[in-house]
């Protein structure tokens, strides 16, 4: 028998934001302060409707969706469906997502995210394909990886309102590693970050892209929303067109910032440390046997 899970608090949700992310919340995401607690309320509510769903229900959890789609209830809730659905349709991907299953990504240097902001206090995560050696491990991996760094950013509410940027350095990327992707694989994996993930993409920079780049974005184009589209940019090597929209003060060495060259040892084991609270999050979902027991308490 499964055992139960202990829920999150519910109740008057006390949030973090300073005064200037409040204001930017109001502005970008239509969220009021003296409404905050009634529109978790009101999602929380609507959890009844898919009684086959065993939901995650703590307050923090739901504003995140709230956040995400800017305080429509009906779009909130179908994005945390979607959040759950994902995980039953993919099983591949979300079997054993967690971080001590993950640690070879990590040690071979191939994502993270960086300790700091950038000057529109986004977090910066890195992705370095082109270093993955598919003999190893499969791409699944890395993707578990991206998915569990952006779960585990999305807990901090100034990452919820600034959103994040991520930089995909495809140096080394070659077609052994083209071979290893395809159309379906590409749609399932913008679907999820799209239409299931709460986060908010606020750009996307490829660098030192290879001469198939513009074949294989031709494979991930289709699949992308057209605001999605329009926050991709293309730098080459030229790393101070990159500073043009994240500044040399917040970037490793590696992309001609300030910092020491990039690591993803720090992040590791940052990580490492949540696999708890990781193994508790993946108690939810649709409802099998084994999670019937454990949302009804048998």
Same mark, same amino acid.
């Given at each position: 028998?499964?055992?139960?899970?202990?829920?999150?608090?519910?109740?008057?949700?006390?949030?973090?934001?300073?005064?200037?992310?409040?204001?930017?919340?109001?502005?970008?995401?239509?969220?009021?302060?003296?409404?905050?607690?009634?529109?978790?309320?009101?999602?929380?509510?609507?959890?009844?409707?898919?009684?086959?769903?065993?939901?995650? /229900?703590?307050?923090?959890?739901?504003?995140?969706?709230?956040?995400?789609?800017?305080?429509?209830?009906?779009?909130?809730?179908?994005?945390?469906?979607?959040?759950?659905?994902?995980?039953?349709?993919?099983?591949?991907?979300?079997?054993?997502?967690?971080?001590?299953?993950?640690?070879?990504?990590?040690?071979?240097?191939?994502?993270?995210?960086?300790?700091?902001?950038?000057?529109?206090?986004?977090?910066?995560?890195?992705?370095?394909?082109?270093?993955?050696?598919?003999?190893?491990?499969?791409?699944?991996?890395?993707?578990?990886?991206?998915?569990?760094?952006?779960?585990?950013?999305?807990?901090?509410?100034?990452?919820?309102?600034?959103?994040?940027?991520?930089?995909?350095?495809?140096?080394?990327? =070659?077609?052994?590693?083209?071979?290893?992707? =395809?159309?379906?694989?590409?749609?399932?994996?913008?679907?999820?970050?799209?239409?299931?993930?709460?986060?908010?993409?606020?750009?996307?920079?490829?660098?030192?892209?290879?001469?198939?780049?513009?074949?294989?974005?031709?494979?991930?184009?289709?699949?992308?929303?057209?605001?999605?589209?329009?926050?991709?940019?293309?730098? =080459?090597?030229?790393? /101070?067109?990159?500073?043009? %929209?994240?500044?040399?003060?917040?970037?490793?060495?590696?992309?001609?910032?300030?910092?020491?060259? %990039? /690591? /993803?040892?720090?992040?590791?084991?940052?990580?490492?440390?949540?696999?708890?609270?990781?193994?508790?999050?993946?108690?939810?979902?649709?409802?099998?046997?084994?999670?019937?027991?454990?949302?009804? =308490?048998?």
């Amino acid at each position: 028998m499964a055992e139960n899970i202990t829920l999150l608090p519910k109740g008057d949700f006390v949030s973090s934001l300073s005064p200037q992310l409040v204001e930017k919340a109001e502005k970008e995401l239509n969220e009021k302060t003296q409404w905050r607690q009634r529109d978790i309320d009101a999602l929380r509510d609507m959890l009844d409707k898919r009684r086959d769903i065993y939901f995650r /229900s703590d307050d923090a959890f739901l504003l995140r969706f709230l956040r995400a789609k800017k305080f429509d209830y009906d779009r909130a809730f179908q994005m945390l469906v979607n959040y759950y659905e994902v995980k039953k349709s993919y099983p591949d991907i979300y079997r054993d997502m967690l971080p001590s299953k993950l640690q070879e990504v990590w040690e071979e240097n191939l994502q993270g995210a960086l300790s700091c902001r950038d000057n529109e206090g986004r977090r910066i995560i890195i992705l370095r394909p082109g270093r993955w050696n598919a003999a190893k491990f499969s791409i699944i991996k890395i993707i578990k990886a991206n998915f569990l760094t952006v779960e585990k950013l999305l807990e901090d509410e100034e990452t919820q309102v600034n959103g994040v940027v991520i930089i995909i350095d495809l140096s080394g990327f =070659g077609f052994y590693h083209a071979t290893q992707l =395809g159309p379906v694989f590409a749609k399932k994996v913008t679907s999820i970050f799209q239409n299931a993930m709460p986060v908010r993409i606020k750009g996307i920079h490829y660098i030192n892209e290879p001469r198939i780049f513009d074949a294989l974005f031709a494979i991930l184009r289709p699949f992308l929303k057209e605001k999605l589209k329009q926050r991709i940019h293309v730098h =080459g090597s030229d790393y /101070s067109s990159l500073h043009d %929209y994240i500044p040399a003060s917040v970037l490793p060495a590696d992309y001609g910032g300030d910092q020491a060259e %990039y /690591s /993803s040892k720090e992040w590791m084991d940052y990580m490492l440390q949540f696999e708890q609270e990781f193994i508790e999050n993946n108690k939810y979902g649709i409802l099998d046997q084994e999670l019937k027991e454990i949302a009804h =308490g048998e």
